[in-house]
């Protein structure tokens, strides 16, 4: 929901680094010993507290889906992944979501251009326009799609119940990720490279393709990731505009909740793996691009 | 440079006109006619809608469990920062970056995740805890749980680069003159993190104010035990007549409302503002 939602952190300074990078602007860096940042009794005792609350709360939950869905052992597993109503549900979630994140790739980037590159009057406005979708509840998304692209649409189309309403859930939820990881790259290059190749005599789109797109790569990768991520784990968005129609509009979260609800709870959780081990992916994955920027800058 | 000039303005105009249209049939006009719809009959009936108990029962619901959670994630948040940030340990960076994994789960996995542990009849813990009598699944525990679940790392991520950023010399100049942890953190670390954690706690507010999926499996959705706001919008949508309508609308509305205000207030009054990290 955040602005930085979708915005790759730099990495985890290690605490003796923090010192130094703080103090490498002005002062000299304070020679200090390991033990600084080793643990005191106290430090300890909240390490402990924070571990456990974290625990209760997130690992042994999500840990106890991942056993859930091995309760039946490999094969119910398959089963349950192979049955034809839960395969439908996953080849449209995925496919949808590809879709979405190939469309933000292009637009995401466009509108990340804009907001850096180009000044008109109204273009604060877009900057808070880009992140309403994420701030807003997705139950209440739903509701605002609805109301353009629903029954009494203005636009004189109706497709809610239909798959372009879940390609429409996906990609008003997904909008502010590949924006947000893009534009503070754009900001940070210089305008003399550009300039530079401008005066070699390279056209503008070569410009864009050889020296703009390469460092923006990186950006546009995590944030297409976040966006692939956001859209195949989308569930409130969707349940007053898709209909959930079996074999039509149901989607991977949709299955996983007709399941909770007919007690099967097995199967719930080996739909709800296949999401907990995409998003455990896209985790990694930004952490190993954020290492990989921080070190090659 | 004649026709560069010429051919930059034209693809500017171009990707100016597409962004901007792009924006406007996905969010700008989907979301006035929200606004329009809920206020199509004029303002009475909204006002009505605002009086009927099921509504402001949901609201006060919605608006203890968003407190709740965000005091949890305040406190847990704050203190995971100071030791992500300050110490050393094993695991460290596995932890920093399994913070971050609420944001990317399903809220449905979310759901399903407490529901096998803390579920009265099958969970791993629940069981016990009903004897103690502490209900948690379909009560309101469970929705705090939930909202503290999605919205845990939105304090975190704030709070995590602005400690690295201050360094620890004047946390040490305090030390080092005699002031304890406690007053270190009072005095030195809370005012430099202060805005952070201002924005991560209104940010954190919002999220949690707005989550409907994981609430939705863990909370039941009983109107007047365990219907939050989101869930009150899903359900008289989804029933017929003018009056439940309304109520939706309203409650869509309110809801709306408070995030996109939330939004302003994080986006005009962030002192990077413009530079997002």
């Not at chain 1, 119940?161 to 534009?183: C, D, E, G, H």
Request: with cysteine; proline share 5%; charged share 15%.
């Amino acid at each position: 929901m955040t602005q930085r939602a979708g915005v790759v952190e730099p990495p985890l300074l290690e605490p003796d680094d923090t010192a130094g990078a703080a103090t490498s602007s002005g002062g000299r860096r304070l020679p200090r010993g390991r033990s600084a940042t080793s643990l005191t009794p106290t430090s300890g005792l909240g390490l402990g507290v924070a571990l456990l609350w974290f625990s209760l709360l997130v690992l042994i939950p999500l840990t106890a889906v991942l056993v859930q869905a091995s309760e039946g052992g490999w094969s119910a597993y398959w089963d349950a992944l192979r049955s034809p109503q839960t395969l439908a549900a996953l080849r449209l979630t995925v496919g949808q979501a590809i879709l979405v994140t190939a469309v933000n790739v292009f637009m995401g980037t466009a509108i990340a251009w804009v907001l850096v590159r180009d000044h008109f009057p109204g273009k604060q406005v877009l900057e808070v326009v880009i992140d309403i979708p994420l701030a807003l509840p997705t139950i209440v998304a739903g509701l605002v799609l609805l109301s353009l692209y629903g029954p009494s649409s203005p636009l004189g189309v109706n497709w809610a119940n239909t798959s372009v309403a879940v390609f429409l859930a996906f990609l008003f939820v997904t909008l502010p990720f590949i924006v947000r990881t893009v534009q503070p790259v754009l900001l940070e290059i210089e305008p003399e490279v550009e300039e530079a190749a401008a005066s070699l005599g390279a056209t503008q789109f070569t410009i864009f393709r050889r020296v703009i797109l390469p460092s923006l790569t990186p950006a546009i990768a995590s944030g297409a990731a976040l966006s692939f991520c956001r859209a195949i784990s989308e569930y409130g968005s969707l349940v007053l505009l898709s209909g959930n129609l079996p074999y039509s509009t149901e989607v991977a979260s949709v299955r996983i909740l007709s399941y909770i609800e007919g007690d099967k709870l097995t199967e719930a959780a080996a739909v709800a793996s296949i999401l907990l081990i995409v998003a455990l992916v896209v985790i990694v994955t930004l952490d190993v691009i954020s290492r990989r920027v921080a070190r090659y800058g | 440079m004649g026709d560069t000039a010429v051919s930059r303005t034209t693809t500017q105009w171009t990707l100016r006109v597409l962004v901007v249209g792009y924006l406007t049939l996905l969010v700008i006009w989907p979301v006035a006619l929200v606004a329009r719809e809920t206020f199509a009959h004029g303002l009475a009936p909204v006002l009505d809608a605002l009086r009927q108990p099921e509504v402001i029962f949901a609201f006060e619901l919605t608006l203890s469990a968003a407190f709740w959670a965000v005091v949890i994630n305040t406190i847990f948040g704050v203190g995971i920062s100071l030791l992500l940030v300050r110490y050393t340990f094993p695991g460290r960076r596995t932890l920093n970056a399994l913070v971050d994994l609420p944001l990317a789960v399903s809220p449905v996995v979310v759901g399903l995740a407490l529901v096998l542990v803390y579920s009265g009849r099958t969970g791993w813990l629940g069981g016990s805890l009903e004897q103690v009598g502490l209900k948690v699944i379909y009560a309101p525990p469970g929705i705090i749980l939930a909202t503290a679940f999605v919205s845990m790392p939105l304090v975190i991520r704030e709070v995590v680069p602005v400690l690295q950023e201050i360094g620890t010399e004047q946390e040490q100049a305090a030390s080092s003159l005699g002031a304890s942890g406690l007053q270190t953190f009072v005095r030195i670390t809370l005012p430099a993190i202060r805005w952070a954690l201002l924005y991560g706690v209104v940010l954190s507010l919002a999220r949690s104010l707005g989550e409907f999926g994981a609430v939705k499996i863990v909370s039941g959705g009983v109107a007047m035990r365990t219907q939050t706001a989101t869930l009150l919008v899903e359900e008289r949508y989804q029933q017929f007549g003018a009056v439940n309508s309304i109520i939706a609308y309203t409650a869509a509305f309110i809801l709306a409302l408070i995030a996109v205000l939330a939004l302003v207030v994080v986006t005009s009054f962030r002192p990077d503002k413009g530079t997002p990290r």
